[in-house]
């Protein structure tokens, strides 16, 4: 249960979409019917894209609150240029994970950067390559990044990654709240959009700028984005960004068997 900000395209913006989005930290929506301490304290991180969009790298990863956070300030600073792309993600653990700082997103493998919202249940059942070797403390997100990549590594050479990815999508038996997710190779931004309840919690949104599109696991407020130029991505939905100006692209993904 978690916090989600992704941003796609170098914009003078960046840097206030990101101080925005650490007040999630402590007014972020919760799950509804369930009594949880407010907040999305346990911890959080960044990736950026490098300068030649060839990979992301990581920024840093904090346990505690981004809110007021100097370290979440001084990961800002670090980040000399505008990024091509950046990943944000304020960390709610969920019950059977611990709170540990190799459970704190984003997780990394290769030029391959992945945020993750929800829970997975037993993780360990989805098929992933032997040599992608975990970092985490028995993260569910870790297994699950390791399963995509796994699909992806699987294609044949030059393979379009969003189709690959939808059918992995649709390919996960195990129960889960939600699978969303945003996954990025440094050069293109794919998102995931997929939860089984709370509608209201899970939903994700986009805003179109002419010079980015930034994706949030909720509405920011910035006297720079009109609050009615938002949208909501749709459930069992995959969008693929990419190009310069930014472009998106959308797939659909096939809904659960047996659910509506």
Request: glycine share 4%.
């Amino acid at each position: 249960m978690c916090r989600l900000l992704g941003i796609y395209g170098q914009t003078e913006l960046w840097r206030e979409i990101a101080l925005e989005f650490s007040k999630q930290a402590e007014n972020g929506d919760l799950p509804p019917e369930q009594e949880l301490e407010p907040g999305h304290k346990d911890g959080w991180g960044m990736a950026a894209s490098s300068r030649n969009k060839k990979a992301m790298f990581p920024v840093t990863r904090q346990l505690g609150s981004a809110y007021n956070s100097s370290s979440y300030l001084e990961a800002i600073d670090s980040i000399a240029d505008r990024p091509d792309i950046l990943l944000c993600h304020l960390r709610k653990a969920s019950d059977n994970i611990p709170i540990t700082l190799s459970n704190t997103h984003p997780f990394f493998n290769e030029d391959w950067a992945l945020i993750h919202n929800g829970t997975i249940y037993q993780p360990e059942s989805l098929p992933r390559n032997p040599t992608l070797k975990l970092t985490s403390n028995g993260s569910d997100t870790e297994l699950f990044f390791h399963y995509l990549l796994t699909k992806i590594m699987e294609a044949a050479i030059n393979p379009k990654i969003s189709p690959i990815i939808a059918d992995a999508v649709t390919g996960i038996n195990t129960d889960y709240t939600a699978l969303n997710s945003m996954l990025s190779n440094g050069k293109e931004l794919y998102v995931i959009s997929r939860y089984q309840q709370w509608d209201e919690y899970y939903t994700l949104h986009y805003y179109e700028h002419p010079d980015c599109v930034i994706i949030s696991s909720q509405i920011i407020e910035s006297r720079h984005l009109n609050p009615l130029n938002w949208n909501k991505l749709p459930n069992n939905s995959l969008l693929r960004v990419h190009r310069s100006p930014p472009e998106i692209e959308k797939i659909q993904i096939k809904k659960p068997a047996g659910r509506i």
